[in-house]
């Protein structure tokens, strides 16, 4: 049997479910955007990195305002959403040269959103067979750069 280690996923395997508070208000209102991950500052939105990535560049856009559904979503924050979601995906198109972008939206546990109070928006580069034998068979993720080089690539076309 082989093992993959990947202890930097403990945190949220400790924490998942049992926070006390919004994981993306807490961090919107911190004071360290790289150590938050947010990669920019909308007027009704931001954009953050997915700590837990499904591929290099997966990113999210999440609303200031702590909504449950989308519908709740004032009008001038859908817009800026759609408007930064059109940004993010030629950011990734630029960087990454993906064959094509993922973007999605989980509303509500049983949908499968991890945060399930606050929508966001996800957007990440997909490659034809991204999920390849690691994935599928050996049920890991292999990731080719740091979080934190993908922060500052996304930070520099924002």
């Given at each position: 049997m082989d093992y993959l280690w990947t202890p930097w996923r403990y945190t949220y395997l400790s924490t998942a479910g049992?926070?006390?508070?919004?994981i993306f208000c807490d961090l919107h209102r911190g004071?360290?955007?790289q150590k938050a991950l947010i990669v920019y500052r909308g007027v009704q939105n931001f954009i953050i990195l997915n700590a837990y990535p499904y591929n290099s560049g997966h990113s999210m856009i999440v609303p200031y305002?702590?909504?449950?559904q989308l519908h709740k979503l004032p009008a001038a924050a859908a817009m800026e959403m759609m408007e930064l979601s059109q940004r993010l995906e030629t950011a990734l198109?630029?960087?990454y040269k993906p064959d094509g972008v993922n973007l999605g939206?989980?509303?509500g546990k049983a949908a499968?959103?991890?945060?399930?109070?606050?929508?966001?928006l996800h957007v990440l580069?997909?490659?034809v067979a991204d999920s390849n034998f690691m994935t599928v068979i050996g049920e890991a993720r292999v990731l080719p750069e740091l979080l934190e080089t993908t922060y500052q690539r996304l930070k520099q076309k924002f």
């Open positions: 049992r926070a006390p508070s919004c004071d360290d955007d305002e702590h909504l449950d198109l630029e960087i939206m989980n509303v499968g959103a991890g945060v399930a109070g606050h929508i966001h580069p997909r490659w």
